[in-house]
């Protein structure tokens, strides 16, 4: 009689695990679901070519393996929207294309993975072989343009556009002289950019205001005058540190003159003092040599290096302006 009243309750361990393990995981799944529905209803739609998925999946379902196909699309373009490119490799070296329109769309597929991936070679490889007939083909023609330039093959880079219809007077046409005027500049030829830039019209908010950028960028180049090695050296060795000065590294050049002059002054000092032989006189002799010659050297190279660091920051320009109209047009 005395048990009737007792009430059942759970044990406290059995709280606890459900607590700690059975609802996380429930959570979990449900969190899982909702955003397997949301991407379904968002992907449900028909894709954007604009992306590069030449297989679009419109109202109602594809039949056959059309179908399976763009589904396996659509969840890879999913994991490259979510940077996962490695995951995303693996499974389009897994496509098996059964059509010229599929196999456009793999080789897009990878171009564009690649190109994430910073392997512009590989990506401008894949690039290339979209077929003419692609929605994608301008696109996959100016981002193996790019890619190719950047790695300094401007040779191929211009060879690409040039074979590239554009057609005359639109968005494309303009992109394309942009493209051809800064690899003209990445390769020193300014008559070849004069070429390009004559048709720059500034009618595309595209392309504006980097054409302007590509003007800024061609009046630097075509007023600066490169500091000449042999020059620098000679200098340097008429007055210590002349040749950095002349380099443009007045500090460096200042600074090295008062090095040597310094030791000269110290070595001419003990020469007065104790004469010829002394040990001295000998040593601070040989360091002001040293420094000397060094100077002369250390002009040289003051003088190449300025070179190139202008020559570098110039390239980044150029590729960066010749960079952002592609993704804003694209």
């Given at each position: 009689?005395?048990?009737q009243?007792?009430?059942?309750?759970?044990p406290?361990f059995i709280?606890?695990?459900l607590m700690t393990k059975l609802?996380?995981?429930?959570l979990?799944?449900l969190?899982?679901?909702?955003?397997?529905?949301?991407?379904?209803a968002?992907?449900?739609k028909?894709?954007?070519?604009?992306?590069?998925?030449?297989?679009?999946v419109?109202s109602g379902?594809?039949?056959g393996?059309?179908f399976s196909?763009?589904?396996e699309?659509?969840f890879?373009?999913?994991l490259?929207?979510?940077?996962?490119?490695?995951e995303?490799l693996?499974?389009?070296?897994?496509?098996e294309?059964?059509n010229?329109?599929?196999?456009?769309?793999l080789h897009?597929?990878?171009?564009w993975?690649?190109?994430?991936?910073?392997?512009?070679?590989?990506?401008?490889?894949?690039f290339?072989k979209?077929s003419?007939?692609?929605?994608?083909?301008r696109k996959s023609?100016?981002?193996?343009?790019?890619?190719?330039?950047h790695?300094?093959?401007?040779?191929?880079?211009?060879?690409?556009?040039?074979?590239t219809d554009?057609?005359?007077?639109?968005?494309?046409?303009a992109l394309?002289r942009l493209q051809?005027g800064g690899?003209a500049l990445?390769?020193r030829?300014l008559e070849q950019?004069?070429l390009?830039a004559a048709?720059f019209?500034g009618?595309y908010?595209?392309t504006?205001?980097?054409?302007q950028?590509?003007?800024h960028?061609?009046?630097?180049?075509?007023?600066?005058r490169a500091?000449?090695?042999?020059v620098?050296?000679?200098?340097?060795?008429?007055?210590?540190?002349?040749?950095?000065?002349y380099?443009?590294?007045p500090a460096?050049g200042v600074?090295g003159f008062?090095?040597?002059?310094?030791?000269?002054l110290?070595?001419?000092?003990?020469y007065?003092g104790s004469?010829?032989d002394?040990?001295?006189f000998v040593l601070s002799?040989?360091a002001a040599?040293a420094f000397y010659v060094?100077?002369?050297v250390?002009s040289?190279?003051?003088?190449?290096?300025?070179?190139?660091e202008?020559?570098h920051?110039?390239?980044q320009?150029?590729l960066?302006?010749m960079?952002i109209?592609l993704r804003n047009?694209f």
């Amino acid at each position: 009689m005395r048990n009737q009243g007792k009430q059942w309750r759970i044990p406290a361990f059995i709280l606890e695990a459900l607590m700690t393990k059975l609802l996380p995981a429930v959570l979990m799944l449900l969190f899982m679901l909702t955003v397997h529905a949301g991407y379904a209803a968002e992907h449900g739609k028909s894709i954007n070519l604009q992306g590069g998925v030449v297989s679009p999946v419109v109202s109602g379902q594809p039949a056959g393996d059309d179908f399976s196909w763009s589904r396996e699309v659509r969840f890879i373009r999913y994991l490259i929207g979510r940077d996962d490119y490695r995951e995303s490799l693996f499974l389009l070296e897994k496509l098996e294309p059964e059509n010229s329109r599929q196999l456009d769309s793999l080789h897009y597929l990878k171009g564009w993975v690649h190109y994430q991936q910073k392997e512009l070679d590989r990506s401008a490889e894949y690039f290339l072989k979209v077929s003419n007939d692609s929605p994608v083909y301008r696109k996959s023609r100016f981002f193996a343009a790019y890619n190719l330039a950047h790695k300094g093959d401007t040779p191929k880079a211009r060879g690409v556009l040039e074979r590239t219809d554009t057609g005359q007077g639109d968005l494309y046409h303009a992109l394309q002289r942009l493209q051809l005027g800064g690899i003209a500049l990445l390769k020193r030829d300014l008559e070849q950019y004069r070429l390009q830039a004559a048709d720059f019209s500034g009618n595309y908010h595209v392309t504006a205001t980097q054409e302007q950028q590509m003007v800024h960028h061609y009046i630097r180049l075509k007023e600066r005058r490169a500091s000449s090695p042999f020059v620098a050296g000679m200098l340097s060795a008429a007055v210590p540190g002349l040749g950095k000065i002349y380099a443009g590294k007045p500090a460096e050049g200042v600074a090295g003159f008062l090095y040597v002059a310094a030791l000269g002054l110290t070595a001419f000092d003990f020469y007065r003092g104790s004469g010829p032989d002394s040990v001295l006189f000998v040593l601070s002799a040989s360091a002001a040599g040293a420094f000397y010659v060094g100077n002369i050297v250390g002009s040289v190279t003051a003088s190449r290096r300025v070179n190139q660091e202008f020559n570098h920051e110039m390239d980044q320009r150029i590729l960066f302006d010749m960079h952002i109209p592609l993704r804003n047009a694209f």
